[in-house]
């Protein structure tokens, strides 16, 4: 008889769970569709008035734009960096090649 009541309970809390879920996936997707609209219309107002931000970390003190070289790093495959450090390997003044 405990077994029972065990497995009912569970059905019903899980779908509670479920339910409750479900209902707070539509309302994120309501809430996003709504947000993704106003979005929109603030770019539409502001497309005729083009504004173009500066980050503060290519300012100097006095507020020029700094002429230094910058650190670009870029994302390369698994294969891509292996052969790179071949190639550095078989360069390096020790090697035997």
Known sequence: MLHIIYIVAFTV???LAVTNLIRSMISLAQNEAKSQNSYTNKIKATSSRTRQFIHPELLDANGNIIDEPLLVIRS???EDARLRLDELYESSPGSDS
Request: charged share 0%; glycine share 16%; hydrophobic share 65%.
């Open 13 to 15: 809390l899980s779908l």
């Open 76 to 78: 390369m495959g698994v």
